[in-house]
């Protein structure tokens, strides 16, 4: 069991950033060794992934943040952390961190929502026009 914890959402004029944060903390060492995401969803629509590191470092990104947003992680800390530049209003979104085993980072964003068994609470993300 892996509890994810959000922080760092809120509101913003088109073109700003935000940066935002995961904690994660669970039982024994084996979480330590996930690959770790950041996912999205609007009402109505499908959660879609955003970004996911994996063990090695490597960061696989979707095409409509490439450029924009950068996701690092802390191993120490288990924190995964989402920068987010050049903002625009179609950003706006309930994000969530999560986590799970993965084989890579590309290989875990193209499962989508099936990549992973542990999800934060998620943090909204509003980008004004």
């Known amino acids: 069991q892996v509890d994810l914890t959000e922080s760092g959402g809120g509101s913003v004029q088109a073109g700003g950033s935000l940066r935002l944060s995961c904690a994660a903390e669970?039982?024994?060492?084996?979480?330590?060794?996930?690959?770790m995401g950041w996912f999205r969803q609007v009402p109505g629509k499908e959660r879609e992934g955003v970004a996911i590191?994996?063990?090695?470092?490597?960061?696989s990104y979707a095409d409509s943040v490439k450029g924009r947003f950068t996701i690092s992680k802390d191993s120490a800390k288990i924190t995964l952390t989402l920068q987010m530049n050049s903002l625009k209003p179609e950003d706006t979104a309930m994000y969530y961190c999560?986590?799970?085993?993965?084989?890579?980072?590309?290989?875990?964003?193209?499962?989508?929502?099936?990549?992973?068994?542990?999800w934060g609470q998620g943090t909204q993300v509003t980008v004004s026009s």
């Open positions: 999560a986590a799970d085993w993965c084989f890579n980072a590309q290989s875990g964003l193209l499962q989508g929502v099936d990549f992973a068994r542990y």
């Open positions: 669970g039982a024994g060492d084996n979480y330590r060794r996930y690959c």
């Open positions: 590191i994996d063990t090695d470092g490597a960061v």
